[in-house]
Protein backbone atom coordinates (compact mmCIF):
# COMPACT_ATOMS: atom_id res chain seq x y z
CA UNK A 1 0.00 0.00 0.00
CA UNK A 2 2.48 2.74 0.83
CA UNK A 3 4.47 1.78 -2.72
CA UNK A 4 0.89 2.70 -4.77
CA UNK A 5 0.36 5.68 -2.40
CA UNK A 6 4.26 6.85 -3.34
CA UNK A 7 3.26 6.69 -6.57
CA UNK A 8 -0.15 8.40 -6.73
CA UNK A 9 1.64 11.69 -5.08
CA UNK A 10 4.36 11.44 -7.70
CA UNK A 11 2.32 11.39 -10.31
CA UNK A 12 -0.08 14.14 -8.91
CA UNK A 13 2.89 16.03 -8.51
CA UNK A 14 4.04 15.55 -12.38
CA UNK A 15 0.65 15.42 -14.03
CA UNK A 16 0.03 19.04 -14.17
CA UNK A 17 3.46 20.85 -15.21
CA UNK A 18 2.84 19.61 -18.96
CA UNK A 19 -0.38 20.51 -19.25
CA UNK A 20 -0.42 23.90 -17.52
CA UNK A 21 -1.54 25.64 -20.43
CA UNK A 22 -5.20 23.51 -20.90
CA UNK A 23 -6.01 24.65 -17.41
CA UNK A 24 -5.39 28.44 -18.32
CA UNK A 25 -7.94 27.41 -21.10
CA UNK A 26 -10.34 25.47 -18.86
CA UNK A 27 -10.55 27.63 -16.13
CA UNK A 28 -9.99 31.00 -18.20
CA UNK A 29 -7.09 32.82 -16.66
CA UNK A 30 -3.86 33.42 -17.73
CA UNK A 31 -0.74 31.63 -17.24
CA UNK A 32 0.49 33.31 -14.18
CA UNK A 33 -2.82 32.41 -12.38
CA UNK A 34 -2.40 28.47 -13.73
CA UNK A 35 0.75 28.57 -12.66
CA UNK A 36 -0.25 28.45 -8.95
CA UNK A 37 -1.80 24.92 -9.68
CA UNK A 38 1.65 23.24 -9.57
CA UNK A 39 3.04 25.94 -7.07
CA UNK A 40 0.29 25.54 -4.20
CA UNK A 41 0.47 21.79 -4.14
CA UNK A 42 4.71 22.22 -3.49
CA UNK A 43 4.44 24.96 -1.26
CA UNK A 44 2.08 22.78 0.79
CA UNK A 45 3.62 19.67 0.63
CA UNK A 46 6.97 21.96 1.45
CA UNK A 47 4.98 22.99 4.85
CA UNK A 48 2.93 19.64 5.46
CA UNK A 49 5.34 17.14 4.76
CA UNK A 50 7.84 17.64 8.26
CA UNK A 51 4.77 18.30 10.11
CA UNK A 52 2.89 15.53 9.60
CA UNK A 53 6.29 13.18 9.23
CA UNK A 54 7.00 14.34 13.21
CA UNK A 55 3.16 13.97 14.23
CA UNK A 56 4.11 10.69 12.43
CA UNK A 57 6.74 10.06 15.15
CA UNK A 58 4.55 11.32 17.92
CA UNK A 59 1.18 9.75 17.37
CA UNK A 60 2.21 6.78 14.95
CA UNK A 61 2.71 6.44 11.38
CA UNK A 62 0.56 4.48 10.33
CA UNK A 63 -2.43 6.94 11.39
CA UNK A 64 -0.81 9.81 10.16
CA UNK A 65 -0.21 7.57 6.75
CA UNK A 66 -4.24 7.26 6.78
CA UNK A 67 -4.63 10.83 7.30
CA UNK A 68 -2.27 11.13 4.46
CA UNK A 69 -4.37 9.01 2.44
CA UNK A 70 -7.45 11.05 3.32
CA UNK A 71 -6.32 14.10 2.16
CA UNK A 72 -5.12 12.47 -0.98
CA UNK A 73 -8.64 11.10 -2.04
CA UNK A 74 -10.39 14.39 -0.70
CA UNK A 75 -7.94 16.60 -2.69
CA UNK A 76 -8.29 15.17 -5.91
CA UNK A 77 -12.12 15.03 -5.47
CA UNK A 78 -12.15 18.27 -5.26
CA UNK A 79 -9.58 19.32 -8.05
CA UNK A 80 -11.88 16.66 -10.46
CA UNK A 81 -14.92 18.56 -9.50
CA UNK A 82 -13.19 22.45 -9.09
CA UNK A 83 -15.77 24.62 -10.56
CA UNK A 84 -12.99 28.12 -10.89
CA UNK A 85 -9.59 28.02 -10.28
CA UNK A 86 -9.46 29.81 -6.54
CA UNK A 87 -11.18 26.47 -6.41
CA UNK A 88 -9.04 24.31 -7.77
CA UNK A 89 -6.14 25.91 -5.69
CA UNK A 90 -7.91 24.64 -2.50
CA UNK A 91 -7.66 21.33 -3.65
CA UNK A 92 -4.32 21.11 -4.52
CA UNK A 93 -3.13 22.36 -1.46
CA UNK A 94 -4.88 20.06 0.04
CA UNK A 95 -3.27 17.43 -2.41
CA UNK A 96 0.05 18.51 -1.58
CA UNK A 97 -0.52 18.49 2.26
CA UNK A 98 -0.88 14.65 1.60
CA UNK A 99 2.83 14.88 0.50
CA UNK A 100 3.59 13.45 4.00
CA UNK A 101 2.91 10.14 2.57
CA UNK A 102 6.50 9.61 1.24
CA UNK A 103 8.21 10.14 4.73
CA UNK A 104 5.34 8.06 6.07
CA UNK A 105 6.23 5.50 3.61
CA UNK A 106 9.81 5.04 4.40
CA UNK A 107 9.28 4.97 8.03
CA UNK A 108 6.20 2.51 8.21
CA UNK A 109 8.39 0.51 6.12
CA UNK A 110 11.92 0.57 8.03
CA UNK A 111 9.64 -0.37 11.22
CA UNK A 112 7.87 -3.82 9.33
CA UNK A 113 10.98 -5.00 7.69
CA UNK A 114 13.53 -7.36 8.79
CA UNK A 115 17.39 -5.66 8.33
CA UNK A 116 18.09 -8.15 5.45
CA UNK A 117 14.69 -7.07 3.30
CA UNK A 118 14.95 -2.80 4.24
CA UNK A 119 17.16 -2.27 1.31
CA UNK A 120 15.07 -4.19 -0.89
CA UNK A 121 12.06 -2.41 0.49
CA UNK A 122 13.57 0.93 0.09
CA UNK A 123 14.53 0.27 -3.74
CA UNK A 124 11.07 -0.54 -4.39
CA UNK A 125 10.15 2.67 -2.98
CA UNK A 126 12.95 4.65 -4.97
CA UNK A 127 11.35 2.85 -8.36
CA UNK A 128 8.04 4.06 -7.35
CA UNK A 129 8.95 7.57 -7.31
CA UNK A 130 10.64 7.30 -10.12
CA UNK A 131 8.55 6.02 -12.37
CA UNK A 132 5.62 7.96 -11.14
CA UNK A 133 7.69 10.95 -11.95
CA UNK A 134 8.70 9.48 -15.48
CA UNK A 135 4.86 8.43 -16.22
CA UNK A 136 3.34 11.68 -15.13
CA UNK A 137 5.54 13.63 -17.50
CA UNK A 138 4.97 11.27 -20.44
CA UNK A 139 1.12 10.46 -19.74
CA UNK A 140 -0.39 14.04 -18.87
CA UNK A 141 -0.72 14.96 -22.36
CA UNK A 142 -2.66 11.80 -23.88
CA UNK A 143 -4.73 11.76 -20.37
CA UNK A 144 -6.10 14.83 -21.58
CA UNK A 145 -5.95 15.11 -25.05
CA UNK A 146 -8.49 12.16 -24.50
CA UNK A 147 -10.33 12.30 -21.35
CA UNK A 148 -10.44 16.08 -20.59
CA UNK A 149 -8.45 17.87 -17.74
CA UNK A 150 -10.28 16.52 -15.02
CA UNK A 151 -9.53 13.39 -15.38
CA UNK A 152 -5.98 13.73 -14.57
CA UNK A 153 -7.49 14.04 -10.54
CA UNK A 154 -10.04 11.28 -10.97
CA UNK A 155 -7.60 8.93 -12.08
CA UNK A 156 -5.97 9.39 -8.82
CA UNK A 157 -9.03 9.46 -6.60
CA UNK A 158 -9.22 5.51 -6.65
CA UNK A 159 -5.38 4.79 -5.56
CA UNK A 160 -5.81 7.67 -2.67
CA UNK A 161 -8.71 6.29 -1.68
CA UNK A 162 -7.95 2.66 -1.44
Do not use: N
Not at 4 to 31: H, I, N
Not at 34 to 46: F, G, Q, R
Not at 87 to 115: E, K, T, Y
Amino acid sequence: MPALAVGSFTLQQCFVTPVLSRLQVEYTTDQATATWALTVYLLAASVATPLLGRAGDTWGKKRMFVLALGGMAAGALGAALAPSIGWLFAARAVQGAAGAVLPLSFGILRDVSRPERLSSGVSLMTSTTAVGFGLGLVLAGPVVDTLGVRWLFWLHWPSAAG
